[in-house]
């Protein structure tokens, strides 16, 4: 059984018993647990680059106490996929060559992955309506537009396979 203060991580449980309550998710993602797929953007919640799933629902891990995750399951990029199995988001990422820095990366795909697990026929304009507030300074709006119509598709051949 876990402890009142743990969350589960990308499956895993963790116990986070001398973590303050307080203190910014993405903190103890980053420097507690080493996990670098969501970054520190403006720390306000505004840009995305922090989105993780808690229990599925992307969440601005910047501006999420830890305790918002106690007994709750915490997806972050890392747990999505791997290297050598990558999630149908991820794919088609890198296929449709969705990124250039890369920082605002990790808050699209787990933008998306939320979106797509709760409705994986969201149209064109419901993708963009959920990507509106994940920031991309490089300007790939593009090309991770076609990821996410890429990712659709892959999302609906695994189903049919």
Known sequence: MASSRAIK?????IRLENTPPTTPLLY???N??????PKYGCGLGECGACTILIDGVATRSCITPVSAAY?????TLEGIGTEQDMHPVQQAFVEEQAAQCGYCTNGMIMTLVALFERNPNASEDEIKQELTYNLCRCGTHMEI?????????????????
Do not use: Y
């Open 32 to 37: 507690d647990l080493m996990l670098n797929g």
């Open 9 to 13: 991580v990308n499956g895993q449980w």
């Open 145 to 161: 537009l076609s990821a996410a119509e890429k990712a659709k598709a892959l999302l609906a051949e695994r189903k049919t396979a």
């Open 71 to 75: 007994q709750k399951e915490v997806t």
């Open 28 to 30: 103890a993602l980053r």
